[in-house]
Structure formats: C-alpha cells, structure tokens
C-alpha cells in the first residue's frame, strides 16, 4: 500500500545487484492513479532468470482485487470503506531483457566483455 499523488506512472526500470554484478531493465507498465480513491493496481511478481548473456526479466500483474480489498480493511481498520478502482497496468505480462551496467569491478577477469 502506498499513497502517490495522482497523475500517471510507470515502471521505468528495475535495476539487479549481485555482487560486483549489476543489471538493468526497462520493463514499461503504466498506471493511473485517480484522486481520493484506493486505486488497486494489482499484485506484481518479478522474475529473474539464470545468470546467461541473454538473461531474462518478467513482470507478471495479477487482479487479486477482493483479497486486496480484505487486507487493505484488515490493516486500516479505522478506514471507511473507500471506493477501490481497479487500475491494472499494462500490460499485465512482460519480458524483458536485462543489460549488465557499470560500475563492474576493477579486476580484470571479473569483466565479462572483456577486450584487449
């Protein structure tokens, strides 16, 4: 739960620390949230693949709406029932590739595209 000023939004990026390794992703869901209202946006899993060249991000956004309205009661009690919009982003799935970033690590055999 989280309280953002309305406007429209979007996941620009996601970014993986392992390590001395970093890697960088711009998945792109778009939302909208709506003034005084619960805008549900859904429940989001991330999903990071192996450690390949081309490794792999996904997004998947689930409607979960009537558990997320029971949670949201159950954790602000002292809330009146507010009017929940659904605003699911879309896309609900994506797949996208993620890029190895700076800084790596000064070691020469930690770089993976190493070059002489």
Known sequence: FL?????????????????AFQSLANPGPMFKVEPRKANYVGTWR???????????ISVTIADDLSVASQELLSRYPRLSMPSITNQLPTPTESVTRLYETEPYPLIWWFRRHHTT
Do not use: D
């Open 46 to 56: 991330v999903g990071v693949g192996s450690p390949t060249f081309n490794r792999k």
């Open 3 to 19: 309280k953002l000023p309305p406007g429209s939004y979007e996941l620009s990026r996601i970014m993986i620390n392992e390590g």
